[in-house]
């Protein structure tokens, strides 16, 4: 089993509740698709399974290792394993894009090695080919801040492409980019978890790509799981009804009642 997480529930710091009762199973390899209106919790849920943010209640299981039962070296090989695309990825802005590409083995790299490709890139021929898999290998030491939003997006595709997670998490990861962009990196995000044996779970506002490329769509709102379906059983009227009033979600909810809470920004990985 790759992924579980029973009973799951997060209520912010300052009160507020962004996940209720959210259950869910995923076997090794599996892929899946988050979807539902912007507050549902979606980012919330994936910063859970992605053991960067611990709930405050329910149980977390993630590549056969309770997370916040380990001490923290555990902790951070594990970590090492999930791989997670950023809406905005987190990249510093002098960075070239083959070291920010190369950061995606940090986690497994002695710390030499680390400290060396800083001066030196490690493994050119490597950024390189994930780099042409995002159609970006003509900017493989160009700075990231000479790059369209979109570009670094895609960037930040290309470095958990490289990493090679067993979990491979993405949040967004085609909302500033075309159709025709969004779709062929969807495409590689499954070739990805096909080649490698790799869970796939992504967070997509997106259905069309949803219910195209994932085999198994969730539909969450109000930081519930409305539905977890093949996508082949999912109807129109679901669809209309997981999305219908999005007005009336903006706002969050006291802890205790099911509502939909904005996502936080993304924050560093909090520890035990």
């Known amino acids: 089993m790759s992924l579980s997480i029973d009973a799951v ?6 009160g507020y509740r962004a996940l209720q009762g959210v259950t869910l199973v995923a076997a090794s390899g599996e892929r899946l698709a988050v979807i539902g209106p912007s507050g549902a919790g979606k980012t919330t849920l994936l910063r859970v399974l992605g053991a960067a943010l611990r709930p405050s209640e329910g149980e977390v299981a993630v590549l056969d290792a309770a997370p916040w039962r380990l001490a923290v070296p ?25 070291t920010a590409v190369l950061a995606g083995r ?3 790299w002695s710390t030499w090695r680390a400290l060396g490709s800083l001066f030196y890139p490690a493994d050119i021929a490597g950024a390189h080919m994930v780099l042409s898999r995002v159609a970006l290998e003509d900017r493989l030491f160009d700075r990231c801040d000479r790059l369209s939003g979109g570009q670094v ?42 080649q490698t044996g790799a869970t796939l779970v992504a967070s997509l506002h997106a259905v069309d790509l949803a219910l195209r490329w994932f085999p198994r769509i969730v539909g969450m709102r109000g930081g519930q799981v409305m539905f977890d379906l093949p996508a082949a059983q999912v109807t129109p009227a679901m669809l209309d009804a997981l999305y219908a009033s999005e007005g009336d979600l903006a706002g969050p909810s006291p802890a205790g009642t099911a509502g939909p809470v904005a996502d936080p920004p993304f924050q560093r990985p909090d520890c035990p």
């Open 153 to 194: 997006q895609r960037v930040g595709v290309a470095r958990t492409l490289y990493q090679r997670p067993a979990l491979l998490l993405a949040d967004e990861p085609v909302s500033a980019l075309d159709p025709t962009l969004a779709d062929a990196i969807v495409r590689e995000l499954v070739a990805q978890s096909e």
């Open 106 to 108: 940090l986690g497994v």
């Open 74 to 98: 555990a902790l951070k090989k594990l970590r090492a394993r999930i791989g997670t695309v950023h809406q905005s990825p987190p990249i510093a802005p002098r960075l070239r894009v083959v």
């Open 9 to 14: 529930g997060v209520v912010h710091p300052n």
